[in-house]
């Protein structure tokens, strides 16, 4: 067929441009930190002002230098209680990440396990977890597992609730149009509804990491030997009030670290959702 | 040249339709939207569809693809009525990209789901990215892309899931006037080299005389065939025709006909 190739029509825009931070937005976040920044100064600051000031003993209200001088010198003590805590914060949230996901996608595909497994799992959010945390010491024993039973009680639930609604949000017309293209029930599953999930799924991961450290606490408040919530509670009554405070500023890092991993993780693993949602963010400016 | 097309002669249709009606029963209500509808598509031949709006033809469309079932009357593809999910390219008004692939892994979509491993698949779907206008943006997100550029991987991904049947659904209707007439251009371009069989649902009188064989015009709801208009006007067809009396006399005719029923519709929006 001799056809004169028509050239496409192509009314573009430059070719494949790497969609980054613009220089303009960069600033304004690089502003914001510093903004942050300047107020946490303003504290420490007027703590130590304070402190200083009305002559406050350290067993009651220790000056920030003097927590920071607690963190150095017992910095050997603090790892060794923090490495404990970490632990049950980091398995208790991956069994709270693996049950999460298989239930979400079982309650999202099955309307019969829905309608059977979904009210246990939000009452299980209704019984206050520090009844729960002393029974688990009888159950199971005083080492890590309860703890990282706690800490999975706690941070599955908004996995799976995140999870199912990413799985249930998924556009009718893709799934046709997938349909169309005769694709089973498993792919579309796999190719439309998990990517559609998965920026839900994170944003449940990023509020269940920081609960996971809560929960680390409570599990270690309730009966421990060892792990930064145990130290807080062991530190006060011997009025070791900057070792305790020294604890507290090391599990606020260690929540921080753990959410900022997350934030990096689901930007590394969906580019696609952060440059669309930015841009749409711009055309709405 | 490659615009062998005699709708007439054709022993069995590409796509037959016959005798279709469909009910949608909505709290107890019953809205009857195709009504006793004969519809057929010769091996090859690019037939369009215009009607006012609401008039069914998404329906119809969503029947032959298989997404939902007529309440009356069959289809045959090809000469088989049997399981058509898969069976027809059918490309919906929304471009439908998946915004977590790129315009080379949504082009490969049809493919992919058919089995053909991934790396394969793109090499097809790369040796056709000039030829609509994506060279150089294979590994680009949607988001980054215009309406046109856009709607142009929908119709890669269509293409490429090698169906000898393609329904578009106002494929056009987001465009500007100008991307629009371009794209129709290229399409009957892009149809006289894959030789495949395109039924066209359109809005626009202009698009339907300037790239069809033939024309079924729907009636209002519930819609039925009112008339079916050959267009015989030469191919290859170019956009200087538009001004000439055959195209203007031809779309004179289509307009009175379709005026009549959006005048119908009016005078009884209860029905
Ligand atoms: N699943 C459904 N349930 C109930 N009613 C429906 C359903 N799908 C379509 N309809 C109704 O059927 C009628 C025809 O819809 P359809 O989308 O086929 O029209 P159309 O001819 O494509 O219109 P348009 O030109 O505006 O796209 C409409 O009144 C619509 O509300
Ligand atoms: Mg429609």
Redesign the pocket.
């Known amino acids: 067929m001799a056809m004169t190739q028509r050239e496409p029509p192509s009314p573009t825009p430059s070719p494949a441009a790497p969609v980054g931070p613009n220089k303009h937005t960069r600033v304004r976040s690089l502003r914001g930190w510093a903004g942050s920044a300047l107020v946490v100064a303003a504290v420490i600051g007027a703590w130590q002002g304070v402190v200083a000031l009305f002559d406050i003993p350290a067993w009651k209200l220790p000056a920030p230098s003097a927590i920071g001088a607690e963190l150095v010198a017992s910095r050997a003590l603090f790892l060794r209680h923090a490495w404990v805590t970490l632990q049950e914060v980091l398995l208790g949230f991956g069994v709270a990440l693996a049950l999460g996901v298989i239930l979400a996608g079982l309650i999202a595909s099955f309307p019969t396990f829905q309608r059977a497994v979904y009210p246990f799992v939000i009452a299980s959010q209704t019984v206050p977890i520090i009844v729960i945390a002393p029974l688990l010491l009888i159950w199971v024993g005083y080492g890590l597992a309860p703890k990282i039973i706690v800490v999975a009680l706690i941070a599955f639930f908004p996995i799976v609730v995140n999870t199912v609604d990413g799985l249930r949000g998924v556009d009718a017309d893709m799934v046709n149009m997938m349909r169309t293209l005769g694709a089973s029930r498993r792919q579309v599953f796999v190719k439309v509804q998990i990517p559609t999930a998965l920026p839900f799924l994170f944003s449940g991961v990023k509020v269940a990491i920081t609960f996971s450290v809560i929960g680390a606490v409570i599990g270690e408040w309730v009966g421990a030997s060892a792990g930064l919530g145990y130290l807080t509670r062991v530190s006060v009554p011997l009025f070791l009030t900057a070792r305790s405070f020294g604890a507290v500023v090391i599990l606020s890092a260690m929540g921080v670290s753990l959410f900022l991993a997350v934030a990096l993780l689901e930007r590394l693993l969906l580019p696609w959702y952060h440059t669309e949602r930015r841009q749409r963010a711009l055309e709405r400016s | 040249m490659g615009y062998v097309v005699e709708p007439q002669t054709h022993t069995q249709p590409m796509l037959r339709v016959a005798g279709i009606s469909?009910d949608?029963?909505?709290g107890g209500q019953v809205?009857s939207?195709?009504n006793d509808v004969d519809f057929e598509a010769g091996r090859g031949e690019f037939v369009s569809i215009i009607?006012?709006?609401?008039?069914?033809?998404?329906?119809?469309?969503?029947i032959i693809a298989g997404l939902?079932d007529p309440s009356q009357g069959s289809v045959e593809i090809d000469g088989s009525g049997l399981h058509r999910l898969g069976r027809v390219a059918y490309m919906h008004?929304k471009d439908l990209l998946l915004p977590w692939r790129t315009v080379l892994d949504n082009a490969i979509l049809g493919l992919e789901v058919q089995g053909v491993p991934r790396s394969r698949a793109r090499e097809r779907a790369l040796a056709l990215t000039e030829r609509f206008g994506l060279k150089g943006f294979e590994h680009a997100y949607p988001f980054s892309l215009s309406g046109g550029m856009r709607q142009r991987v929908a119709f890669l991904r269509t293409i490429l899931s090698e169906r000898d049947v393609i329904l578009l659904?106002?494929p056009f209707g987001a465009l500007d006037a100008l991307t629009r007439g371009h794209m129709q251009e290229w399409l009957l371009d892009l149809w006289s080299s894959f030789g495949k069989t395109i039924v066209l649902?359109t809005?626009d009188v202009d698009e339907a005389v300037f790239v069809s064989d033939r024309i079924y015009v729907?009636t209002a709801?519930p819609?039925r065939v009112k008339t079916v208009v050959p267009v015989t006007l030469p191919r290859p067809r170019g956009y200087e025709m538009v001004t000439q009396a055959p195209f203007i006399a031809l779309k004179a005719e289509l307009l009175a006909s379709l005026r009549e029923e959006s005048v119908r519709a009016q005078d009884a929006p209860w029905q």
């Open positions: 469909k949608f029963v909505s809205l939207v195709l009607g006012p709006s609401g008039c069914g033809k998404s329906t119809l469309l969503n939902d008004q659904d106002e649902v809005h729907f709801r819609g």
